[in-house]
């Protein structure tokens, strides 16, 4: 099983628009794909929802109870037959958790944990093959407990001038995660998302991008296309909404490139 | 002296760019304006740095030391001649301010009593008609510390699904606030950003706002505008950037409809 944290502290770069389209995408490849919703907004459990506007279920069982009330995590998974994969809720309480956990020992460790005490079974609890962590806009405990859970880490970045300064950043902030609480973490790659190819700036930042983070850059571009902003209000994943869209295509080049990479190794 | 919080817990929906752009509309209009960059990320700070990626100036006095080493405003005030006004610039300390205040007895009136304690003296300490706060994508310490301190809040809103889904939180907290914090606290507006008249999406979500939030509308709509993603890198405000722009004109606009608003009062 390999897990994948999808993190940028900028705001609204694609982090949530990914994790709900890339885990669809490698469903429709065959593998088996857990989401974990770990922001406060819910927004991937909005997206994937069936229904616009209901939360995948709402309830007790989300990652706030996985992460502070020691849930096991087959108490909090949810079967999207729709979408072909499994996912585990967001809720409004992980907007207080920095506060919930202040006192916990190892804090960003509780994650990681809670993944290793899953022993699945093929009935009741099912294999996965990939995790994906959607995180909130920041580098606090939630996305710390997402690098420190993770084997890679994907990087969605809007090609626009604040996505590049963030970035030194977040590579600081992996740099002390990988010393201390997962040597084993790997930067999957940078995804630039929401390419508008006829601007100018997009260019400039791909150049940037291009210089600073050349071996990190993924192949794979997310266009900028109307119907990856729709897709959320039907409660539906690109590739069930609009299969034949530019989304669609560019998440399922981005599935097959990142399979092509972490099975070939 | 009147204060502005802005804040909308969606990350990317145009907080940073209004706080920039709306503060130097204002100060074009002869006010005297000062910026608090409350963002770990200091976007604020770098889009008006004059010098594309230098942070206003970066060094010791930010917006975490009045918070957490209880230093005077006077000393993290900067002036910034080419926009015609003062600013106190963001860190990335800032990121662990949750931890740095979880023992402070009453911390989300920390702010509020930081600025009750500026006495202007039309000198060394400049008076003051605007301040506007800048906050993160979340409903965290530093957001909820703006709008303790605050008389109007002011929520820029991307004419996109998850945006709308994110009112009601946020709504539910200003209540709390309103109810605990701060009873002066006023709703000022619900801002549009990046409408783009061309999608059908826009439309659907302002129609949706219109129905569940229509006092709240502001007449100000900002439009998709690619001079307003370009003029952070430059350093500079859109005004001073493109003048001409759409972008500059519509944040004239809003400029003018709220000192109609506040000031008419
Ligand atoms: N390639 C794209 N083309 C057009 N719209 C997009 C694209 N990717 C994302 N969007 C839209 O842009 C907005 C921001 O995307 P999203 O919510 O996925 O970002 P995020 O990084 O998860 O935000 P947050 O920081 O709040 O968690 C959403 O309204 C989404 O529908
Ligand atoms: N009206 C607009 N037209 C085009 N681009 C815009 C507009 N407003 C903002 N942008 C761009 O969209 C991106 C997001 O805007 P901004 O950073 O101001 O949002 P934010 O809410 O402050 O984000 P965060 O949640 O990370 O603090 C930036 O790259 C900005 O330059
Ligand atoms: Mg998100
Ligand atoms: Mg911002």
Known sequence: MKSIAIINQKGGVGKTTTAANLGTALALEGRRVLLLDLDSQSNLSMHLSGEAGDALIPGERSSFELLVDKMPLEEGIQRLESEGLWAVPGSQDLAGIEMAMAQTIGRELTLRDALHAYE????????????????????????????????????????????????????????????????????LGVLPCMVDSRTRLAGEVITELERHFETLLL??????????????SFGQSIHLYAPESNGAADYRFLGKEILARLEAE
Not at 164 to 185: D, F, H, T, W, Y
């Open 120 to 187: 699945p079974d093929g009935e009741v609890r099912p294999g996965f093959d990939y995790i994906l962590f959607d995180c909130p806009p920041s580098l606090g405990v939630l996305s710390l407990n997402a690098l420190a859970a993770a084997d890679y880490l994907l990087i969605p970045l809007q090609t626009e001038f604040f996505s590049l300064q963030g970035m030194a950043q977040l590579m600081e902030v992996v740099q002390v995660v990988q010393k201390r609480l997962n040597p084993e973490l790997e930067v």
């Open 219 to 232: 192949r794979a571009r997310i266009r900028k296309n109307v119907k990856l902003a729709e897709a959320p």
